[in-house]
């Protein structure tokens, strides 16, 4: 194990010294996350205590002046901050009052009772990332696990796969181990439930939209023990708030650090290695040789292209390197408890690393015996000799600050909010509040909701929704109960967005033309259908109770009903007038009719009425095109 | 089976019967306007990319079994064409192929098999996610790179498209086909209609309301997207799928990857507009008791190349048109491990199978397995980036001739692998 030489290396040293660990280390960041945000809110309520933020304090949406109603207002503001308007939603947001609304969606801080229980058997949501790495064991873990307790190796068995799986089962369940299957599904079915159901649905939205800024995948065996709390810790508790501790939390997450291999990039430009025995040791990585070694430029060249400045934001191949270099020795600490690099971890700790400069904060370990200490140029800043930990965590934050950075993020939210492609003018707005707030998001959302461009009519309804967006817009649009979250990830994943599995560390690209094509266009029909009409398991809808069960009369007058439920403050004249002549078709409603006639000789007859034909009604309408936009 | 024709007609009819509106299918009227499909039925090459997950023991496919080291280093693994048990097909005095391959053999005898030896990335990566993402990117030190090639190759085709141009027959889009230009992934074809299972009331009813609201929304893409899904949906007819039958005499394995092929192969026979497929073959990170003549990996590699047989077989009158090639992560340690597998290495082999390869060769720089001639000591080294065999196929049979915007950052030079 390479890391357990490397930390004997660090161990060995003569010097060492003891003394207090980091504090952070031992925090409760949980805790300390609630109070930034419930501070955060605080400042958003009274004034802004960062620089320049005073234009910002408070919310008065100019809707009027182009020409809304309250209740279009209402509708738009739905449409785009949240995941669709439940019915009669419009109505409560006008009534709350439309700044009101949108201040208390910024503040996101709503007790959320409806989410709190449903949410109320999941296992994994508070759990740390060790617990996790300890308890929900990956496929390799398991493996070893029936190999230590005795039974053959799971690769080898050729036979009867499904007596080994049981008896590894039982296995863990007695020493209360759990397959890593179990966390993944809490983590998918909690982000269906928050969207679905949240009241502080910006919020949800934003933590969407973050996590896709900051991707990290599934499908990379390494870190999907860490993408819960990746969202919950580095994600969610700073999606209205400052940007640059957003990058940096991610920066420090085990999630990303490997996901874009910055755990394994080391350096050997440093003091504290014994160049001799380092030689050795090599040799003998090199034998194992399961990680590269070295610098790995990964990350230092998507926090530039990806998360801060842009691929034209202005850096260079050699920035590119010099970053790398900055952040040699970000790392994770052992968190397996039989890593075999875990008790030298401990011992270490005891006596602070012998004071030279390793950093535990949390699951974060700065390993300064692997940091590059040699001067470096980034973007045209000196970084001096030995600049430890504190060099990376000035780079980030200088990329952070950087103009390129304000414009980059501020089209990227202009994109997700307003249209596929946002005028120069409002992200140049967008940016010069960004910069002026020290990248202060809530800031950047007010300027963006009070502009023109917003407001303008050609940006209604020009944006598409995602399949995600789509099928949680459906759930509230009809109040639908959802039992089996799997079920909406299932379809999700049909209509072409695998969430949490997106391979590159782009995210989902965020424009219409990914979205809409042949074969996801007919399943998202397909997905009107079957949901409306209640063959996806584990949802249940109630169409009639929208209506206040009143049954509509013809399919005519099903279709007038339910537009304005699903889409409210929509012109629906166009659609009524060409539907209306297929659903009261002579013929169609003599098939209806001979339908139910045959169904009715069927063995099992399926109850045909008013009841089918309304819900395929209401299929059609969520398969439409008018409601795949927003 | 219905060909192209046949389906006119009796697409005509279908369309007729349920009163949805409609003749030509609207991408091919567009390409036909446009000038660009010259002849919008005629046959097109078609590429067929497998992506062997998990790393293929490239050294126990194809052994260079005259390498004394190999023998050595796999006490229990090695296999040669003198052996008695598990006797490999000899390729060309050096190379031999594992007997589980024998459905393939013909292929290289034809001359129309061609194994590229030593292929790989030149990043060193030995992790499985990042040595396939860098591969199915193409750009094998970059992460960030949003598009995959196969995608990028179909940008490059230079001619109008239907929706049936990329097809991966997986459940998610593989990253090989992320990109700007549309790609379908479909698991299975019979799910490419609006399923009214279960639903008594009225298909017609809902087919026409869509194809209606889709045809009358401002929405230009949607609008588009709506007309090409009716289209596609109607030439995919569900019951041409269902009852499909292979050419006579042809039986895919019942495996992931023979139903793969099997759909890969009506896509074809249907003339869609199918260029570039994508198939996925998994089960090859064989770390423990791999086997030799028989196990894991040779049934793993009977099934490959069993489907691949099939599949040719099955392509009847397309073969002409068809490239098949194969790709994996990275190759396996040239020594055996303690459990009777083998580790994660570095290069591998891959197969190229058309009637326009320039087959029955080993293209390989592979000089010996002596320690001081393996990379770290241990593996097989990358002596042909795996660019170099990827562009001599899309230039050759695809005619892509922009390897600049196909492999970014690449200036290598390209195999030459295909006739002409």
């Known amino acids: ?630 | 089976m219905t060909n192209r024709r046949a389906f006119m007609k009796q697409g005509a009819m279908a369309l007729f019967a349920s009163g949805i509106v409609g003749g030509i299918p609207s991408f091919i009227a567009r390409a036909a306007d446009a000038n660009k499909l010259f002849m919008p039925y005629k046959k097109k090459k078609v590429l067929v990319c497998i992506f062997q997950r998990g790393a293929m023991d490239g050294l126990m496919a194809v052994s260079p079994y005259t390498d004394p080291n190999l023998k050595q280093m796999r006490p229990t693994l090695f296999m040669s064409p003198a052996a008695t048990e598990g006797k490999q097909f000899d390729l060309d005095g050096r190379f031999g192929l594992h007997p589980a391959f024998d459905a393939l053999y013909p292929f290289f005898k034809e001359g129309r098999l061609a194994i590229v030896h030593g292929v790989g990335s030149p990043n060193n990566t030995r992790s499985h996610f990042d040595a396939q993402d860098y591969m199915e990117s193409g750009t094998p030190f970059n992460k960030g790179t949003a598009s995959g090639w196969l995608n990028r190759a179909v940008g490059l085709l230079g001619h109008d498209a239907t929706p049936f141009r990329a097809v991966s027959i997986t459940s998610a889009l593989p990253r090989s086909l992320y990109g700007d230009n549309e790609a379908v992934a479909i698991n299975n074809l019979q799910d490419f209609a609006l399923q009214m299972k279960g639903n008594p009331i009225a298909p017609n009813m809902v087919a026409g309301s869509f194809e209606e609201l889709y045809d009358q929304t401002t929405n230009k893409l949607l609008n588009r997207a709506g007309k090409e899904s009716f289209d596609a949906m109607k030439m995919l007819n569900v019951n041409n799928i269902k009852n499909y039958q292979p050419t006579a005499g042809v039986v895919y394995p019942n495996s992931p990857l023979g139903n793969s092929l099997k759909q890969i192969a009506v896509l074809i026979k249907m003339d869609v507009g199918l260029e570039v497929a994508f198939a996925e073959s998994g089960g090859w990170d064989t770390h423990f008791n791999q086997g030799a003549a028989s196990g894991t990996f040779s049934r793993n590699a009977k099934d490959f190349s069993d489907s691949i047989a099939a599949f040719w077989k099955d392509m009847n009158a397309y073969q002409d048109d068809v490239t098949l090639m194969t790709m994996t992560e990275f190759g396996r340690t040239a020594a055996q491990n303690g459990t009777g597998g083998t580790d994660h290495g570095r290069a591998s082999c891959a197969f190229i199978i058309g009637n326009d390869v320039a087959g029955g060769k080993v293209y390989n720089n592979i000089k010996s397995l002596a320690k001081e001639d393996l990379e770290d000591g241990r593996d097989l080294p990358v002596s042909i980036d795996f660019r170099a065999s990827f562009s001599s196929v899309a230039n050759n049979h695809l005619k892509i001739n922009n390897n600049s915007v196909l492999f970014p950052d690449w200036d290598g030079y390209t195999l030459n692998l295909m006739k002409g």
């Open chain 1, 1 to 630: 194990m390479t890391f357990a030489n490397d930390l004997c290396l660090a161990l060995i040293k003569p010097f060492l010294s003891f003394s207090v660990l980091s504090k952070t280390y031992s925090m409760n960041w949980r805790r300390m996350y609630k109070r930034l945000v419930a501070g955060v809110c605080l400042t958003l309520v009274f004034a802004f205590s960062e620089k320049g933020a005073e234009n910002y304090r408070s919310v008065r949406i100019p809707y009027k002046k182009y020409g809304y109603t309250d209740r279009q207002a209402a509708a738009r503001l739905l449409d785009r901050f949240s995941f669709g308007a439940r019915p009669g939603e419009v109505d409560a947001v006008v009534n709350m009052g439309i700044n009101k609304w949108f201040e208390q969606q910024l503040a996101g801080d709503d007790a959320d009772t409806a989410v709190t229980s449903r949410l109320a058997g999941f296992k994994t949501l508070d759990l740390d990332n060790e617990t996790i790495v300890n308890t929900y064991l990956d496929g390799g873990q398991i493996n070893r696990f029936g190999i230590k307790n005795g039974l053959p190796n799971g690769d080898t068995i050729q036979g009867d796969k499904k007596a080994y799986q049981e008896r590894v089962r039982n296995l863990m369940q007695q020493m209360g181990l759990k397959p890593l299957q179990e966390l993944q599904n809490e983590l998918i079915n909690q982000k269906i439930i928050r969207a679905a159901y949240s009241n502080n649905q910006l919020h949800e939205v934003l933590t969407d939209f973050w996590f896709n800024h900051f991707n990290v995948s599934l499908t990379k065996p390494q870190c999907q023990q860490f993408i819960l709390t990746y969202e919950r810790d580095a994600i969610r508790p700073y999606v209205t708030g400052n940007f640059s501790e957003m990058l940096l939390a991610t920066a420090k997450h085990p999630a990303m650090l490997e996901f874009l291999d910055n755990a394994s990039s080391v350096s050997d430009n440093n003091k504290l290695v014994n160049k001799k025995v380092e030689a050795v040791v090599q040799q003998q990585q090199a034998a194992q040789a399961r990680k590269v070694q070295g610098l790995n430029e990964n990350y230092a060249r998507e926090i530039m292209e990806l998360h801060t400045l842009g691929v034209d934001g202005g850096y260079t191949q050699a920035d590119v390197t010099s970053v790398a270099r900055a952040l040699t020795g970000w790392s994770l600490r052992p968190l397996a408890k039989d890593a075999p690099a875990r008790n030298l971890f401990e011992k270490g700790l005891q006596n602070n690393f012998g004071n030279r400069g390793f950093i535990v904060e949390k699951d974060f370990f700065f390993r300064a015996d692997k940091h590059d200490d040699d001067p470096k140029t980034i973007l045209g800043k000196d970084f001096p000799t030995n600049g430890g930990y504190k060099e990376g965590e000035e780079v980030i934050t200088m990329l952070a600050k950087h103009p390129s950075t304000a414009q980059f993020i501020a089209k990227k939210i202009a994109t997700r909010f307003v249209s596929d492609t946002p005028s120069v003018s409002l992200v140049n707005k967008m940016a010069e509040t960004f910069r002026k707030t020290d990248g202060n998001i809530k800031a950047v959302l007010i300027t963006m909701v009070n502009d023109r461009e917003f407001w303008n009519q050609k940006s209604v309804r020009e944006k598409v929704k995602s399949p995600f967006e789509l099928a949680i817009s459906a759930i509230r649009a009809t109040n639908a109960d959802v039992q089996q979250p799997v079920q909406v990830f299932n379809w999700v994943n049909k209509m072409g967005q695998k969430i949490y599995y997106y391979q590159a560390p782009t995210g989902f690209p965020d424009r219409a033309s990914y979205w809409i094509n042949t074969g996801a266009l007919l399943n998202r029909m397909n997905f009107g259908l079957a949901f409306a009409t209640q063959k996806i398991p584990g949802i249940k809808i109630d169409l009639a109770s929208l209506n206040n069960n009143h049954e509509p009369e013809s399919a005519e007058d099903a279709l007038k009903v339910y537009s304005n439920i699903f889409l409210p403050e929509r012109d629906h004249t166009e659609n009524l007038k060409r539907l209306t002549t297929i659903v009261t078709d002579r013929s169609v409603v003599q098939k209806i009719n001979d339908a139910a006639e045959k169904n009715k000789e069927a063995a099992t007859p399926v109850a045909i009425n008013n009841h089918s034909m309304i819900s395929q009604v209401a299929g059609i309408i969520i398969g439409s095109p008018e409601f795949q936009r927003k």
